[in-house]
């Protein structure tokens, strides 16, 4: 999957098996329209990056696959387990109900459900710009808050924990073991018991992304995770990412203005501007589209476009 | 000296009944932001559930173990007040979450005063009393016949606090609901996207906010042996002000607030002029509160991103 990069291939793999299908999103705020008719597939198991200039749209599609906007209009299919067929897509989308199950394991249409069953049933999880922490608490409990809902699930909510049935206590304790396996991952074993608030920036920023991945995704919703960041933590950031992706099966979308980042690690680029889509392919192919070249600087300024997209516009 | 001792005893007995009933006020407000008015009104009903429960314990059931009866009663109360107190959540405070911020203090008024009418026309105007129980003291020293005295009912309530604060640390700090409160409390938002279900932990707060009320109610209930419709409002007052006090939002600070409010009313009560002992609370609640406006445990105003 990984090596998909520069060898164009027609289906594309995010065509042949998309994990989220995007379909026709508008997301309108009064009369200004933010996201228009923007329609893309992001590949089960590969990184989709997202990416565009300033004001494109691109957190605002964002808002809306993870359940922090209801999209005017549109559909938000997530697959897990495997496609739908156009049929069963079809039979959902008619009827009143947010999911079903398929042949292939269940399908979501995330626009219909609650915020907190977009992470709970649909899995997926996001990340912000800005951090978004709970800076009062340690870091350890940020990431048992995560699990929340694997920790209260099947009727087992408070007053019988108070009753210390084993079930409970197992529960708790892969709850505590997945969070110090993340803890070890991201490096901050060591400060496990300090408040959030109190870390660098570098390691807040890996701290939510493991955060996130404690309830356990299917797809990953990076919101410029590298922003902010000096070389060497751009870097760890590279090597986490990579890892959630080939060790973890979770499949990654990802908006970044670092396109240091986004050439390295992505699969599958999407080019947002002024809330539609003006590309969508291989990172190669759409470091040379025109398009994407010109809507980046504009096309005079040829210096910066060069900075950003490496190659000469 | 003796009646600085007897004055302490029955300082803290009344403090920590509005230290129970302040944690409900902390607990909403940290959650989400309102103060809810009805909650000294809760407390009242609580009473009034603990008040039937007892008289049918006591007469139809005729359980003779006061123990026995008291205990039943405080499950039944905590029971029945959390069920009043997550349908008051529900109907009146749920569908207004997102409107303009007023909209809830100001139904919360409303209910406030529909409880307090509403027991009034169901149980009438008049003070209901209750037979006097656990009337038993121990005698602590005797002088020129001043006998300073520590009741059974005041250990009770001192041990049944101090018990349930535990456990209510216990829950709030190490348990998965508890975790899921406070970071509603830091981030609903985000809570919500990791899977919390940001609507059921505002209704469990609720619920265990007016579960401690209807142990305060029990215990208030059985210390004065009578209780009325209005007599939610003075200490509904008085466990919010120990809540500003103690800072709004920390759960502690509620504790000591309430027990502060508590020692200044029965100290000045014994010293100067028993007239003006919510003056005198009341008072010191504005000076600390112009020295430290975010209460004597509070945490200073965070920002929030």
Known sequence: ?313 | MDIFLQQLINGLTLGSIYGLIAIGYTMVFGIIGMVNFAHGDVFMVSAFIALICVLLLTTVVGISSIFLVLAITLVVAMAFTGLVSWAIERLAYRPLRGSFRLAPMISAIGMSIFLSNFVQVAQGPRNKPLPPMVPDVIVLMERDGYQVTLAYKQILIMAVTAGLLFGFWWLVQKTPLGRAQRACEQDRKMAALLGINVDRTISLTFVIGAALAAVAGVLYLMYYGVVNFADGFVPGVKAFTAAVLGGIGSLPGAVLGGLLIGLIETFWSAYFSIEYKDVAAFSILVVVLIFMPQGLLGRPEVEKV
Not at chain 1, 100 to 127: F, I, M, N, Q, W
């Open chain 1, 1 to 313: 999957m990984a090596a998909a990069s520069f060898t164009p291939k027609v289906p594309k793999s995010w065509d042949r098996d998309p994990l989220l299908k995007v379909d026709h999103l508008s997301m309108r705020f009064g009369g200004l329209v933010a996201v228009g008719d923007v329609s893309f597939r992001a590949g089960r198991g590969e990184v989709t990056a997202v990416i565009g200039p300033n004001g494109a749209g691109k957190t605002t599609v964002f808002n809306c696959i993870t359940g922090f906007y209801k999209p005017s209009t549109g559909r938000l299919a997530l697959m897990q387990g495997g496609p739908a067929t156009m049929a069963e897509l079809d039979a959902l989308t008619a009827g009143g109900r947010a999911w079903a199950k398929t042949a292939a394991g269940a399908t979501y249409l995330l626009e219909r459900l609650p915020d907190h069953k977009v992470s709970s049933r649909a899995k997926v999880a996001r990340t912000f710009q800005n951090i978004r922490l709970f800076s009062g608490m340690t870091v350890l409990e940020n990431l048992l808050v995560a699990q929340h809902m694997s920790l209260t699930q099947a009727g087992l909510i408070n007053p019988v924990a108070l009753l210390n049935l084993p079930s409970w206590r197992r529960k708790q304790k892969a709850a505590l073991e997945l969070a110090l396996y993340w803890l070890d991952k991201i490096g901050l074993t060591a400060r496990a018991d300090d408040p959030a608030g109190d870390l660098p920036y570098g390691d807040q920023r890996r701290l939510e992304i493991a955060r996130a991945m404690c309830t356990q995704p299917v797809l990953l919703c990076l919101d410029e995770p590298a922003a902010g960041l000096n070389p060497r933590e751009s870097h760890e950031l590279n090597t986490l990412l990579r890892a959630i992706r080939t060790e973890h099966q979770t499949s990654i979308l990802l908006i970044e203005h670092d396109m240091s980042v986004v050439m390295e690690i992505s699969d599958h680029v999407v080019v947002l501007e002024y809330g539609r889509k003006i590309a969508d392919g291989a990172p190669g192919d759409v470091r040379n589209d025109p398009k994407v070249i010109a809507s980046y600087l504009g096309v005079e300024d040829e210096a910066e476009a060069v900075a950003v997209t490496g190659v000469p516009a």
